[in-house]
């Protein structure tokens, strides 16, 4: 069997459903708090890089060397999947940036797909707009050589594709209710900044999740081949 390295900052933010569909593709989940744990030395068949509340511009030695590792795989030609920091780790390693965005992003945000099917045989595939569940406030430059996959209003970056096996999403496929649950208790401060509450995120989310359940599945399969 396959092993996956899932690299989480914290604790409440996981795999999600990726972990289910990348077992149904013979991919073990191996999940890794980099913050305690550190880097690990060897290279996995697949990695992916989940969210976190905090930024990759921060001082602390974790994040160089989460950077340095995720070019090492990127380099090794593995797939990498990168979701919300996830995805700016991915951005900042390959030569983008992050910056503050122009306000926090949180709950279901319209996003408009920038690709066809020949451009990208996974998000060519997608509906060309569609609502994804959001939950960041920073934004992403495209690193070189990079292919933007999706846009939004206030964040021209919310996905991207480096080479063949290397997606970034701004937004969140994983989640699961008990994840948004997770999260408007752990960041309610968040909650509050955004003007929203708990119960109107959670409505929100038994609207969009389903669809995004069925695009993470998608992509899953793509990588896992």
């Not at 390693?93 to 996003?111: K, M, N, Q, R, S």
Request: aromatic fraction near 8%; include cysteine; proline fraction near 8%.
């Amino acid at each position: 069997m396959k092993t996956a390295f899932c690299l989480q900052h914290v604790p409440f933010e996981g795999p999600g459903v990726f972990q289910p569909y990348l077992e149904q593709h013979h991919v073990e989940i191996r999940k890794i708090l980099v913050p305690s744990d550190g880097v690990p030395q060897e290279i996995p068949d697949f990695l992916l890089v989940m969210g976190g509340p905090m930024s990759v511009n921060d001082a602390d030695p974790w994040i160089t060397d989460e950077l340095e590792y995720i070019r090492r795989c990127v380099e090794a030609g593995i797939p990498v999947l990168g979701v919300c920091l996830g995805s700016q780790f991915i951005a900042k390693a390959l030569g983008g940036e992050v910056t503050p965005g122009p306000h926090i992003e949180i709950g279901p945000v319209p996003i408009a797909l920038t690709v066809e099917e020949d451009t990208d045989s996974v998000f060519g595939t997608f509906p060309p707009n569609i609502e994804v569940f959001q939950w960041h406030g920073e934004g992403i430059t495209l690193p070189p050589g990079a292919i933007l996959l999706a846009s939004s209003q206030h964040f021209p970056v919310q996905a991207f594709r480096y080479g063949e096996r290397t997606y970034g999403l701004l937004f969140h496929l994983e989640l699961e209710t008990s994840g948004v649950e997770a999260l408007c208790r752990e960041c309610s401060g968040d909650v509050q900044k955004a003007g929203t509450t708990t119960e109107a995120l959670l409505e929100a989310a038994s609207r969009v999740l389903p669809q995004s359940h069925k695009l993470a599945d998608r992509l899953i399969a793509h990588l896992a081949k």
